[in-house]
């Protein structure tokens, strides 16, 4: 059974662009979640998505947005795009939240120059 | 509130030796208590979890211990090997919040 693929890889985009990473879950999963790793601070939750919907949202400004799409596959797109916004964007996903198992592609990098 | 403070930051000890990471909350809302491994290049994988109704949880080499009065909770890794070398990240959760707040992790390195 194949897991979460993420996509882009490698990810080199300059200030004020935008940016789009693309999740697809493993099968079976609705749940949807994003994390930022960014050096030193750990995985910072960032979105929530179940059955195509927002369901909660970390501390992080409007630029930041995605959607989830009725596969259950998801895009998060970063808008007006600032140097600190490098980092290893993750995608996870599960299949029952309350378990807390929360199953981790391998993350797209973003580098911002 | 919503923070989960781990230390140390990085962590050396021989083949053999017990590796220990602890980490501290203060939501007392929390009630689900992970931890993940992440090797490099690849995403966090759960590793162990415990609820807060027992003090301990032991798989294989890798126990948890579990303090709710002092709001602290450790792994320790026993026999620690090479391949165990690996970031580890304590997370913590409330049940339903779908939302599960992570550590800063400690990078581990076994020496041989």
């Known amino acids: 059974e194949a897991g979460v693929t993420q996509s882009p890889t490698h990810l080199i985009k300059t200030r004020g662009q935008q940016a789009t990473l693309r999740c697809s879950p493993i099968?079976?999963?609705?749940?949807v979640y994003w994390y930022q790793q960014a050096l030193g601070l750990g995985l910072q939750f960032l979105l929530w998505y179940d059955e195509g919907e927002e369901r909660n949202r970390g501390n992080f400004p409007p630029r930041f947005s995605g959607r989830q799409f009725p596969n259950y596959s998801s895009e998060l797109n970063v808008n007006a795009l600032e140097l600190e916004d490098s980092a290893l964007y993750l995608c996870?996903?599960?299949?029952?939240?309350?378990?807390?198992?929360?199953?981790f592609g391998e993350g797209s990098r973003l580098t911002v120059l | 509130q919503q923070q989960v403070k781990q230390s140390p930051q990085s962590l050396i000890v021989q083949k053999g030796g017990i590796s220990i990471i602890n980490c501290a909350y203060e939501?007392?809302?929390?009630?689900?208590f992970p931890w993940y491994q992440q090797f490099p290049g690849k995403g966090p994988a759960l590793l162990i979890a415990i609820r807060p109704d027992v003090s301990e949880k032991k798989e294989g080499r890798f126990t948890i211990s579990f303090n709710k009065s002092a709001k602290q909770f450790s792994l320790h890794i026993m026999d620690s090997q090479p391949g165990d070398s690996a970031t580890y990240f304590c997370?913590?959760?409330?049940?339903?919040?779908?939302?599960?707040?992570f550590g800063q992790g400690t990078r581990l390195t076994i020496n041989p």
């Open positions: 997370a913590a959760s409330i049940q339903g919040a779908q939302k599960l707040v």
């Open positions: 939501n007392t809302a929390f009630d689900y």
């Open positions: 099968s079976g999963h609705t749940s």
């Open positions: 996870a996903s599960s299949l029952l939240m309350n378990t807390g198992e929360l199953f």
